[in-house]
């Protein structure tokens, strides 16, 4: 069975960090890239970052650019986003999902993804 788990969401104060972390089973992560997408209350999804299969390409959305960084363990198969000066407006679900497409970077074409996590929630507010 196909898993992918987020966790380490909460409450932070804007300008704080979190780290999140998602871990998959169930197949070859190490083949596949991965993003993070995220939605805000009331709103569609929004992909936020993404990392190539062996972890040396990167992509970022122009909102969390500078501010945020993705990384993999292929050895834990465990995806994470280190998320730095966090802002009211990164206020949102944060999912995992794994990408087949091959136009990179995958940004929102949904239709690439196969498999989601749950989501884990991130609130930024004081």
């Known amino acids: 069975e196909v898993q992918l788990v987020e966790s380490g969401g909460g409450l932070v104060q804007p300008g704080g960090s979190l780290r999140l972390s998602c871990a998959a089973s169930g197949f070859t992560f190490s083949s596949y890239a991965m993003s993070w997408v995220r939605q805000a209350p009331g709103k569609g999804l929004e992909w936020v970052s993404a990392i190539n299969s062996g972890g040396g390409s990167t992509s970022y959305a122009d909102s969390v650019k500078g501010r945020f960084t993705i990384s993999r363990d292929n050895a834990k198969n465990t995806l994470y986003l280190q998320m730095n000066s966090l802002k009211p407006e990164d206020t949102a679900v944060y999912y995992c999902?794994?990408?087949?497409?091959?136009?990179?970077?995958?940004?929102?074409?949904?239709?690439?993804?196969?498999?989601w996590g749950q989501g884990t929630q991130v609130t930024v507010s004081s």
């Open positions: 999902a794994s990408w087949y497409g091959s136009s990179w970077p995958p940004a929102s074409r949904w239709y690439e993804y196969d498999y």
